[in-house]
């Protein structure tokens, strides 16, 4: 998995270094092994399934800074990120300097207004989020948009305050819903599997 986030960092021409932050020995020797630079092994506080992002990335940035040092942008890219595509990249850097935004980041719109969303009650029951809305033309409510989790690009500042990354201090990198599948569970992963091989055959047509 992480060879498609690795490969695609790469192919940007973007980077003056690579690395990787793992806790990981084995996907450190994989990094390495692909090009990519592990001068550091996270350590095991920052390395827990409830780690959020801006830590660790908070954390490299500043080894790098001692070591190397600081860079002006940074991008956090996951390692989970199959669908990830050198141009988004691209406009994700493009976007951060010109808009004057702390991130940017891919996103993609939801197949069914978030405003008519439901969610189970305790007796098996559906109720809605926004009862409000239930009469509402669907055409008429604001669009919503999620986090697709493939990069984030940004600004050193913003990483090591600690900044929301998604707020109003971001802007987004807008891409269809067809290249957008976060991998967090088995379902997830069926589902990008078939995604990658459609698209691989929509490439190649």
Known sequence: M???SISAAHA???FDHIV??????????IARALGAEVPFMRPGALADDHTPTVPVIAHAITWVSQNWGS???????????????????KLGAKLLLETGADYA???????????????????GRMQMFSPEHA?????????????????????????????????????????PRHRAQDIDTPEDWTRAEMMFRLLGEMEHQ
């Open 2 to 4: 992480i060879a498609w």
């Open 105 to 123: 980041f891919p996103v993609t719109s939801f197949p069914f207004p978030i405003q008519r969303a439901v969610h189970l009650t305790e007796n």
């Open 135 to 175: 009469l509402t033309r669907s055409q008429d409510l604001i669009e919503g948009f999620h986090d697709v989790g493939q990069f984030y690009w940004g600004r050193t500042e913003a990483w090591l305050s600690g900044r929301t990354i998604i707020g109003l201090g971001a802007t987004p990198v807008i891409i």
């Open 12 to 14: 940007s021409g973007l």
């Open 20 to 29: 990787v932050s793992t806790d990981d020995q084995e996907v450190a020797e």
């Open 71 to 89: 860079p002006n942008t940074t991008c956090c890219i996951y390692a989970t990120a199959p669908f990830i595509r050198v141009d988004d990249l």
